[in-house]
């Protein structure tokens, strides 16, 4: 198909945004997409990427601007609206019912008799299998997302928006989405997809468009974009693709795991004897499919899980089983993998949440009636803000009004002002652009040579072996082998997040060479 002969289903024309306090978050953009074409939305954090696009899709209403669907113009009144002329959007963070099943949620207002076995025929068709009959709550947050994609598929949307449809998909899963996604375009769908990953957005799209701070910078096809002509158009400047990775004399054991069995919420065995440790400037990174018993083994380790047998050291410290506080107390700092639901408290200050896990401490708290020493809370962000380059409107700014890439950083800097002794580090750049992973990414490679010990967990593939000094591949809750980056090749990672040992896996692949 040729691009520029094609006749858009949606055109978007001289799109504004201005918000009752005054942002501007779209500044006269222009948007279309075709029917058989994938056309990728690049741009920084608080570009207003999705902001355009829940506007297309009836969350939001423009300022002024106009959308023509079908060469007829429209005003949507609402997602349901927009959603009923077929254009759905699966968001970045799953809009589901936590106590419905994965089944009541694709579902939901939208039954139809044969509802199951059409749903059963999309996942075999798909790839995208879910458990039908699990509550969301329970299932991870990739798992999640493949419900909301399902969701949407099943209501044969013309026009699929994806808001980082693969920020919780393994590489695996993410190239089985993008088959899908090929076989939609190939049917007529129109799809909008939203992406900071630069090598999925060239594999998978016909056209980029890249917003900058509410501005259309350009549009380019796939084949004349580039990794470093799209991150310059995202961020203004050249940036460093590579982290360099320092080397660092290793010390002591800091962090020591030693046969841990962990259970699901369903009781069933999540962790099963998993053994290793992690020394003083090394990174030590976890790989695999999301769902293998990475959030058991984050949880016990934080104190926030029950570790059924084994042990856990940290510092020299037995933790087994210890309240969260007496772990961090031992030395441990924590980014979560979902900074809005477990890292931030999205309704509190940008000042409030800098103190969350110290607010007790001393420096805080005035005695002997506890009352909050608001001059120190405010020093003390005010010191994260500077030193990790935080951009907030103000310290009495809610955290939920901070891009998601500042809302990280705000994580990242509360954690690290703790003086950890060991970090647990878990998708620490998931969602970010370009430039908060950059900056993410180097900081964690910096802190090698402070002589923090690092544990990485990231469904982020190339994050884990570019960073990582030594990588283990998770598979039902079982390390199927620990080896170098070096050491690793995508056909073998492939085979060991599929269940392989290393050695079955090394075994496989010479056979077919042979």
Known sequence: MELQECKPIVEMKNIVKVYLDGTVALRGVDFDVCPGEVH????????GKTTLMKILAGVLKPTSG??????KHVRFSSSADALSKGIGMVHQHPALVPVFTAYENIVLG???PGARAEIEK?????????PLDAPVESLPLGIQQKVEILKMLYRRVKVLILDEPTTNLSPLETRELFRVLRSLRSRGAAIVFISHKLREVLEVADRITVLRKGVKVGTVSAEEAT?????????GREVE??????????????????????????????????????RAGEIFGIAGVEGNGQKELVEAISGLRRAEKGKIVIGGIDVTNKHPLEVYAAGLAHIPEDRQRYGLVLEMTVAENAILGVQRSPRFQQPPIMKIKWSEVFSHAREIIKNFNVQVPGLTAKAKTLSGGNQQKLVV????????RV?????????LDVAATEYIQNLLASLKEKGIAILLVSSNLDEVLQLSDRVAVIYEGEFMGVARPEELTEELLGLMMGGYSLDKAREVLSRKTT
């Open 40 to 47: 990728a939305l690049l741009g920084e954090n608080g570009a």
């Open 110 to 112: 939208a039954y139809r």
């Open 423 to 431: 970090l647990l580090a878990v998708n620490p750049t998931r969602g």
């Open 241 to 278: 693709m590579v982290v360099s990775k320092p080397r660092v004399a290793l010390g002591e054991e800091l962090l020591v795991v030693r046969d841990l069995w962990v259970r699901s919420d369903l009781g069933t065995w999540a962790v099963k004897g998993v053994s290793f440790s992690v």
């Open 413 to 420: 800097g509360r954690e690290l002002t703790k003086k950890p």
């Open 66 to 71: 106009e959308i023509v669907l079908e060469g």
């Open 227 to 235: 990794p470093t002509l799209l991150a310059k158009m995202m961020v």
């Open 122 to 130: 999309l996942m075999e068709e798909t790839g995208l299998k879910v």
